[in-house]
């Protein structure tokens, strides 16, 4: 099939053309046809399938179909929510480069960026906005938004917008759009959280599922070094040095950590830089950038300012810090294996590490090929936590010499009070940190 056949209009032929498009991949095969119908949307796809465009192409040409009837003053007739500046930037070219001989305008607004520039763009008139909760809803609650006038939401990324701690956001959004509206939801995982708040937003959509030809874990050459964590540093300049890796992205679990990378690797003579959500957005933008023309030799992120890094020919990922939560691994490793193509991924574990590994080889359902010589594997962690921590499934045990259950301290109550309020005190903070995006 090629996009002629979608029944896509000219201007945006021209422009796919333009870009290289030959033939739709099997999203945007599936999706345009539905939702050139009118039809809502709920479509199931990893990142790298080619979903902006299956969006992005049926959206502008129903908006310069409506040209004659939205004649006068600009108004937002298409919003997409999405939920880390990276990828709102990523959504927001590609709407530029599709709709390039329609004439429609589209701009983007996110946090973490003073706001000036963004409502200049916004006073001049917009048919497409693309943007992240946080900006969106202060700017609405200025006046300076206003979503009466939708008649195309788009909420991408869905899974990874409740891992962040937008949900209660999302839902103020979507209270103020009109009701008579075209809605398309996008997640690459479908969790019951998910498929509940799909229910609220779309009515009887149309369903699209997009599995990869392989899954990731197979598309991508996957090995494991164990290494003690004061070691995971030389470890990698090694394996850099080593190895002909041109463009290498390292995932840190902390902001701390990937600045600490950063530095290692520069007295290493590797040119590296830092991208996380404590860095400007300038400064966020000039490192991806430095990494896409091949000026910065290594990327180290964490998982949420990684959201939207899309580097063709992406040489190796590394997981200089195992994930928690299993499904982040599979994202990670994906960054090197995108539609379909195949890469090359390593994973460090430190002993403590051992439970996330567990984890993840379970879900993807194989053994990751361990490497079990390198100049590193015979250093010990010698420091005295190390000595004196118990092992992990016994840290919380209490001996008991009587047999009987034994009833909690005074002091025991206390702790898990303060235990409990420290976990607030995360969650809001997280809430918060949230909130810049």
């Known amino acids: 099939m090629t996009f002629n056949e979608l029944k896509i209009i000219d201007p945006i032929l021209d422009a796919l053309e333009d870009e290289g498009y030959e033939t739709p991949s099997p999203i945007q095969e599936q999706a345009i046809p539905i939702l050139l119908q009118g039809k809502d949307l709920l479509g199931c796809a990893q990142t790298g399938t080619g979903k902006t465009a299956a969006f992005a192409i049926p959206i502008l040409q129903?908006?310069?179909?409506?040209?004659?009837?939205?004649?006068?003053?600009?108004?937002?007739?298409?919003?997409?929510?999405?939920?880390?500046?990276?990828?709102?930037?990523?959504?927001?070219?590609?709407?530029?480069?599709?709709?390039?001989?329609?004439?429609?305008?589209?701009?983007?607004?996110?946090?973490?960026?003073?706001?000036?520039?963004?409502?200049?763009?916004?006073?001049?008139?917009?048919?497409?906005?693309?943007?992240?909760?946080?900006?969106?809803?202060?700017?609405?609650?200025?006046?300076?938004?206003?979503?009466?006038?939708?008649?195309?939401?788009?909420?991408?990324?869905?899974?990874?917008?409740?891992?962040?701690?937008?949900?209660?956001?999302?839902?103020?959004?979507?209270?103020?759009?009109?009701?008579?509206r075209q809605s398309l939801f996008f997640s690459a995982t479908m969790p019951p959280e998910?498929?509940?708040?799909?229910?609220?937003?779309?009515?009887?959509?149309?369903?699209?599922?997009i599995s990869p030809e392989k899954p990731t874990a197979d598309r991508v050459s996957q090995s494991l070094y164990y290494v003690i964590k004061k070691a995971k540093a030389r470890l990698l300049i090694h394996l850099l040095q080593e190895g002909n890796y041109y463009s290498t992205l390292v995932f840190s679990r902390t902001k701390h950590g990937a600045d600490k990378i950063v530095k290692l690797l520069i007295r290493a003579n590797i040119t590296a830089e830092a991208i996380h959500g404590n860095k400007s957005q300038g400064a966020r933008q000039r490192a991806l950038k430095n990494f896409k023309e091949g000026k910065t030799q290594v990327l180290v992120a964490t998982d949420i300012a990684a959201r939207g890094i899309d580097v063709s020919g992406l040489s190796l990922v590394v997981n200089y810090d195992l994930p928690a939560v299993p499904e982040t691994y599979v994202h990670r490793i994906g960054r090197t294996g995108r539609a379909n193509a195949s890469g090359i991924s390593i994973s460090f574990c430190q002993p403590d590490e051992r439970a996330f590994l567990k984890d993840i080889q379970k879900l993807i359902s194989k053994k990751i090929d361990v490497v079990g010589s390198h100049p590193f594997v015979d250093e010990v962690d010698d420091s005295p936590a190390a000595e004196t921590r118990p092992p992990r499934q016994n840290r919380n045990k209490k001996s008991n010499s009587s047999g009987g259950n034994r009833r909690p301290k005074k002091q025991d109550s206390k702790r898990s009070e303060g235990a409990n309020k420290g976990n607030a005190k995360v969650g809001n903070r997280r809430a918060k940190a949230a909130k810049r995006y």
């Open 62 to 180: 129903h908006l310069f179909n409506n040209r004659q009837r939205n004649k006068g003053a600009r108004k937002i007739k298409a919003l997409i929510v999405t939920p880390t500046r990276e990828l709102a930037i990523q959504i927001g070219d590609s709407f530029t480069k599709y709709g390039k001989y329609t004439g429609l305008r589209n701009t983007v607004v996110f946090g973490g960026v003073k706001q000036g520039t963004q409502t200049n763009e916004l006073r001049k008139g917009v048919d497409v906005l693309v943007a992240t909760p946080g900006r969106l809803l202060d700017l609405m609650g200025q006046g300076l938004i206003s979503l009466r006038h939708v008649e195309f939401s788009v909420l991408d990324e869905a899974d990874h917008m409740l891992d962040m701690g937008f949900i209660h956001d999302i839902k103020k959004i979507i209270a103020q759009l009109p009701r008579d």
């Open 194 to 209: 998910i498929v509940k708040l799909s229910g609220q937003i779309l009515g009887n959509p149309e369903k699209v599922t």
